[in-house]
């Protein structure tokens, strides 16, 4: 066992940076830590897609934090909750998957996990290992935890009612299911997103009813794009860890300037924190030399966290490749050095639109409105236009395809 490291700053620091939401308050929270006791703390993913991105890499850091000062982070992957599909924060009723596509997304995550935390620093738990065997006895006993005044009360689903849209009965049993978790593994604590707090604290419900411990229930902070919406699988904006070093370093110079950036910087790297014991708290280099960083110079800041990004899950020497190809296209306008080929297909509308780089006519269309399309480097105004073999097209920014 791990000697628990009691620093009292960098805790604080620790959960400063990406927590929000601490229950019971942050004081005892902290008073717990301090005390010295080895916490076993996990952190939950349902496999709905075969990407690890940088809304769970929140977590996972925090996690790795945890395991520094001497912590049992536990990784739980959610093979079975995700045959129901969570329903927080969404619209719509999810998809609930088969046996068969989950274990087709499980393939590559815990090798995408070692790139954050060392391979051998937590333990992975399937929560098919549980679910799979409960009963319709079981269930039912569960189900007499929770009211349908409680379950119907989240926002999500009084959006879902005031729209008509229908809310699926095994939507209700997902947070059942998730709170079993922590009576299953006997957990200390457990860390979400803050999207995530009402299933966490059933799980403490289940967990004082049937353990008498009192779990320690930890919300961060969520990445939100632009618009609002939080960044994930289900929304198809998000980062991926397995992206390409130049995919990763492009969509993170995308991101507006200000807040935006500056919350990737914080919930996403751990940029700074080895500089804690030089700070009275985080929130003293949160809103002050990181922000005066930001605004001194955007670019250079955005470029930073690309950097930092990049490096994290594929390296130095792909962070430095990659920093240059940006230059090199966004800075100096010259052509990528890999460019995709598609097929003539006699018209550059019909040859983007048959490829898949634009949905349809009609976006193609807009887009040459827009001036946002060019080919060999010159903006076209007809959409009809015939392109040849070896030309290049590019749309909007960031896109680039050349011509067989």
Do not use: C
């Amino acid at each position: 066992m791990s000697k628990v490291v009691i620093d009292e700053k960098k805790l604080k620091w620790t959960f400063d940076r990406r927590v929000v939401n601490f229950i019971p308050v942050e004081e005892k929270v902290l008073e717990r830590f301090k005390k010295g006791e080895q916490f076993r703390i996990y952190y939950g993913i349902d496999p709905t897609g075969p990407d690890i991105h940088l809304g769970h890499t929140i977590q996972l850091l925090f996690l790795k934090d945890l395991y520094e000062l001497g912590h049992k982070p536990i990784l739980l992957i959610g093979d079975f909750t995700a045959q129901i599909g969570d329903p927080s924060g969404k619209d719509t009723t999810r998809r609930p998957l088969s046996k068969e596509e989950i274990k087709e997304n499980m393939k590559t995550y815990l090798n995408q996990v070692y790139r954050i935390l060392p391979k051998g620093s937590f333990e992975v738990k399937y929560n098919s290992e549980w679910l799979g065997k409960l009963e319709l006895a079981d269930f039912l006993k569960l189900a007499s935890n929770v009211t349908v005044q409680q379950t119907l009360a989240r926002e999500m689903f009084q959006r879902r009612i005031s729209e008509n849209k229908p809310i699926g009965l095994h939507e209700f049993l997902y947070p059942l299911m998730q709170g079993y978790d922590s009576v299953a593994m006997k957990v200390d604590g457990e860390i979400g997103g803050g999207d995530q707090l009402f299933n966490m604290l059933v799980g403490r419900t289940l967990e004082k009813k049937y353990l008498n411990k009192d779990k320690i229930v930890l919300g961060t902070k969520l990445l939100v794009d632009p618009t609002g919406k939080k960044i994930s699988k289900s929304e198809g904006n998000f980062i991926a860890i397995n992206d390409s070093p130049n995919d990763i370093f492009g969509k993170v110079m995308s991101i507006p300037d200000g807040e935006a950036i500056r919350t990737v910087f914080e919930l996403a790297t751990n940029i700074g924190s080895d500089k804690y014991h030089q700070y009275n708290s985080y929130q003293e280099f949160a809103e002050g030399d990181l922000v005066r960083e930001e605004e001194k110079d955007p670019k250079a800041f955005k470029q930073k966290v690309a950097f930092e990004l990049v490096k994290m899950y594929h390296g130095e020497n792909e962070a430095e490749k990659a920093r240059n190809e940006w230059d090199k296209v966004f800075s100096k306008g010259e052509l990528p050095s890999e460019i995709e080929e598609i097929e003539n297909r006699g018209s550059v509308m019909q040859s983007s639109v048959m490829s898949g780089i634009v949905s349809s006519n009609s976006e193609f269309k807009r887009l040459v409105e827009q001036g946002a399309v060019r080919v060999n480097n010159k903006t076209i105004k007809e959409w009809e236009g015939t392109v040849n073999s070896g030309d290049v097209v590019q749309i909007g920014p960031k896109k680039f395809v050349k011509i067989k």
